[in-house]
């Protein structure tokens, strides 16, 4: 009965100690995880991205995944307009090629999308380049600075036009005139012997006024882009659709009102565009391997 007795003492002894001793240091890394994750994607320095690509790559599987799980971790990220550009040794826009801490809807997106078929940060990086510009070459004369004209047909290889397969026989077609030497004339560069003169393109948009009827089509990890009525462009603004557990869609932006990455519920982002005079409607694009 004693040599019972001294056995069970000495066993919960040794669970004390265990409980004492051995766990530390599991919750100091428990700790630092909850640490990290609680940062945001604009507030982690390069090591930090790169450990966070490697880890989403091995937890997530599908392209939408990661496009919900990297835009989540962006929001809050600051609002600077027109933020990224053809690095230091750019002729006309030395903005950075890279630049987590600060976007504007569009590179918000381009680098969201290159964060989501990416492993590392290096492999991100190059992705980046590859959907900014033309055959990944650097330049802002191969830059695919319009959405519509430029970003949506170079990159084919990632992205397609799905706005008639949601929106059938609602869509119409809008025709605009883009005039890229014109454009890279407003940013100060005036040899424009690389840019096309102006073309006529035609597209296919969904009215404003269809936007909630469409939503049940919506799967979540589309972008959405804003079509305006103004003359020379079709996108005023883009961002993601995410589909949240419950089934409702939100439009995940970087938004020059709130100057931030927001969450907008889609049903109040449809109502806020009926009352936007110089908006037309939307086109949405699916990503190649988020389940179209």
């Known amino acids: ?23 530390q240091q ?22 930090e991205i790169d450990s966070l690509i490697k880890d ?14 990297y835009s989540r971790l962006a929001l809050g990220t600051p609002y600077v307009h027109d933020c990224l550009g053809e690095g230091l040794k750019g ?20 680098q969201t999308l290159a964060l989501a078929i990416s492993k590392n940060y290096n492999d991100t990086f190059n992705n980046l380049q590859k959907i900014r510009y033309h055959n990944g070459s650097i330049s802002f004369a191969t830059r695919n600075h319009f959405v519509m004209a430029d970003w949506l047909p170079h990159n084919q290889w990632l992205l397609r036009n799905i706005t008639e397969e949601k929106g059938g026989t609602l869509c119409k077609d809008m ?3 883009t005039d ?17 003169p102006p073309q006529r393109i035609l597209i296919k948009y969904l009215p404003k006024q269809y936007l909630l009827t469409i939503s049940g089509k919506l799967k979540g990890g589309e972008i959405m882009v804003i079509i305006t009525t103004r003359d020379g462009i079709f996108a005023s603004h883009l961002g993601f659709i995410i589909k949240n557990k419950n089934g409702s869609l939100l439009f995940r932006h970087a938004s020059l009102t709130h100057k931030k990455v927001i969450d907008e519920p889609y049903n109040l982002l449809c109502k806020r565009l009926q009352n936007e005079q110089h908006i037309a409607g939307s086109v949405f694009i699916g990503v190649l391997g988020s389940n179209l």
């Open 1 to 23: 009965m004693k040599t019972l007795l001294l056995r069970t003492l000495l066993l919960l002894c040794a669970i004390f100690v265990a409980t004492i001793f051995q766990p």
């Open 26 to 47: 599991g919750k100091a890394e428990l700790f630092s995880q909850e640490k990290k994750s609680s940062k945001k994607l604009y507030q982690l320095n390069i090591p």
């Open 56 to 69: 989403i790559s091995r937890t997530h599987s599908t392209t939408k995944e990661k496009i919900a799980v």
């Open 91 to 110: 002729k006309h826009d030395k903005d950075s090629l890279i630049d987590f801490s600060r976007v504007d809807c569009m590179t918000f997106c381009e």
């Open 175 to 177: 025709v605009k005139i």
């Open 180 to 196: 890229r030497r014109k454009f890279a004339e407003s940013f100060g560069c005036y040899d424009t012997k690389h840019f096309p």
